[in-house]
């Protein structure tokens, strides 16, 4: 929980906030999270494995879907086979920047024609997470 939380604090310092992110524990500085990234909560779901706390962006589609599981069991999102999708301005240097902080590129960022020629890049970060990086042309 507060490697995710400084992660979202600090690499979002100097970019755009991404229009979704997806984490599988509720980050202790949830409310700071909303407030830096001027996010409002608009609903929270109480189920009987977990809980989910949904943050969005005032008019936008945007959202950030925080989960924290109750139900006593291990639940590892890295064995689930999904991903967070960022959009960027610059895939290129944001690769450079994770892989200078020690994560790894798993797909060099590069032009994909059936989105687009959308550049697209694959990254895993320090907790073996599996990142999209996605550049619109």
Not at 51 to 58: A, H, M, N, T
Not at 94 to 114: C, K
């Amino acid at each position: 929980v507060d490697v995710m939380s400084a992660f979202l604090g600090q690499f979002y310092d100097d970019k755009p906030i991404p229009k979704l992110i997806l984490v599988s524990v509720e980050p202790a500085e949830k409310d700071l999270l909303a407030e830096a990234f001027a996010m409002k909560e608009l609903y929270r779901l109480k189920l009987p494995t977990m809980d989910e706390i949904i943050l969005s962006f005032e008019g936008r589609s945007a959202a950030l879907v925080l989960m924290q599981y109750k139900d006593g069991t291990v639940h590892d999102p890295r064995a689930f086979a999904g991903k967070v999708v960022f959009y960027f301005a610059d895939v290129a240097a944001i690769a450079r920047r994770i892989r200078d902080a020690g994560g790894a590129i798993t797909r060099e960022p590069t032009p994909v024609p059936e989105f687009n020629d959308a550049i697209i890049g694959f990254a895993k970060d320090l907790d073996g997470y599996t990142l999209e990086l996605l550049q619109r042309k």
